[in-house]
């Protein structure tokens, strides 16, 4: 079973930079693609970027494309949420998951998920 820790995580102020990470351990034979998803106080969770762990294709929210990247380094397991020019609506819990996505793009369905990280908190002030 693999499991994913997410790191990177903190506070910023309004127009800066964070840049999360999601190390995965044990088997990822089940997982074609990694997803990125928050949840902020009181909202539904929902998917912010996606990546496919072979191709590399991606996707992302209407609400984050433009200011947010994801990547992966499979040599290290590792996928990567880089974000750029945070805005205080994009303060939430941030969360890594792995799962088995359809499709030429990757899906942001929570539905799509078989692993979650515990999830790291982001957040940005005015």
């Known amino acids: 079973q693999v499991q994913l820790v997410e790191s990177g995580g903190g506070s910023v102020q309004a127009g800066g930079s964070l840049r999360l990470s999601c190390a995965a351990s044990g088997s990822t034979s089940s997982s074609n693609c990694m997803m990125w998803f928050r949840q902020a106080p009181g909202k539904v969770r929902e998917g912010v970027a996606s990546?496919?762990?072979?191709?590399?294709?991606?996707s992302y929210a209407d609400s984050v494309k433009d200011r947010f990247a994801i990547s992966r380094d499979n040599a290290k397991n590792t996928v990567y949420l880089q974000m750029n020019t945070l805005k205080p609506e994009d303060s939430a819990v941030y969360y890594c998951a792995a799962g088995r996505c359809g499709g030429w793009f990757p899906s942001l369905a929570q539905t799509l998920v078989n692993v979650w990280g515990q999830g790291t908190q982001v957040t940005v002030s005015s």
């Open positions: 990546i496919y762990i072979g191709p590399g294709r991606t």
